[in-house]
């Protein structure tokens, strides 16, 4: 079974900020992925595995000058991230061989920065919980009224 909490969040201008830097990690590591699978597919170039990507658009980006910001947000954030994508490609690939129900998925699209709809992920693992006080808190960001 699973559990989905829906939160109305009255975040502080620096939780604010934490929350836009989570929305902004997550889809340049969404596009990345993307990106990397697109142009491996485009050169003829085995799917790559979901371990892989992971490790080259998380792991190995954080260590790079470029993306060592994506460190400042939770990892579970960017892994829910991948996770959306390689659900995205699944569909897509079980909708082409006819394994999918339904109507045929097209190839999952960039995210858009002027898109106004940005959602984030935060497993159990994550250790998000609800305080005493009726706060929601979120790893990296604090208490969010």
């Not at 590591?29 to 799917?47: F, K, S």
Request: proline share 6%; glycine share 6%; hydrophobic share 35%.
């Amino acid at each position: 079974m699973q559990l989905r909490y829906n939160f109305r969040l009255h975040p502080t201008p620096g939780q604010r900020a934490a929350l836009a830097r989570a929305f902004g990690c997550a889809r340049v590591v969404y596009n990345d992925g993307l990106r990397a699978r697109q142009d491996a597919r485009e050169h003829g170039l085995p799917y790559i595995s979901d371990g892989e990507l992971s490790t080259r658009v998380i792991t190995d980006a954080k260590k790079t000058p470029e993306r060592s910001w994506l460190g400042e947000v939770s990892a579970v954030v960017l892994q829910q991230a991948l996770a959306d994508l390689n659900k995205a490609y699944r569909n897509f690939l079980d909708s082409v061989t006819g394994k999918r129900k339904g109507p045929k998925a097209a190839l999952p699209r960039f995210r858009s920065k002027k898109d106004h709809r940005q959602a984030i992920r935060f497993t159990k693992n994550a250790r998000f919980s609800i305080t005493e006080r009726g706060r929601l808190r979120l790893p990296k960001i604090g208490d969010v009224p």
